[in-house]
């Protein structure tokens, strides 16, 4: 199982920015999804799920109203689009997969680099 993410970068307080997460080794449409973000010296922290057809989303208080999470089957991707960035939302952001949390069916990306600074 394979989950890359890319879409981070360096933005600007105010900007936006699109992350995709591709998967790939997986039955990607039975799959919850979500993004996580691990700031420097902090631990990691959900910010937005969705459910494996995509009828259901959740998200972060933090982020709500923000940023949007989305998925289309047909591509295997799962996206986070992050509008009105600020600063605080500066972190490495990570796709996981999960279906079975008992036998183990969780997988991870490796992350990518967001930093929103003036």
């Known amino acids: 199982v394979h989950l890359v993410e890319s879409g981070g970068g360096l933005v600007q307080p105010g900007g936006s920015l699109r992350l995709s997460c591709a998967a790939s080794?997986?039955?990607?449409?039975?799959?919850?999804m979500s993004w996580h973000r691990q700031a420097p010296g902090k631990g990691r922290e959900l910010v937005a799920v969705?459910?494996?057809?995509?009828?259901?989303?959740n998200y972060a208080g933090s982020v709500k109203g923000r940023f949007t999470i989305s998925r289309d089957n047909a591509k295997n991707t799962v996206y986070l689009q992050m509008n009105s960035l600020k600063p605080e939302d500066t972190a490495v952001y990570y796709c996981?997969?999960?279906?079975?949390?008992?036998?183990?069916?969780?997988?991870w990306g490796q992350g990518t680099q967001v930093t929103v600074s003036a």
């Open positions: 996981n997969a999960q279906r079975n949390l008992l036998i183990g069916e969780v997988y």
């Open positions: 969705i459910t494996s057809g995509g009828g259901s989303t």
């Open positions: 080794g997986l039955m990607f449409s039975t799959y919850g």
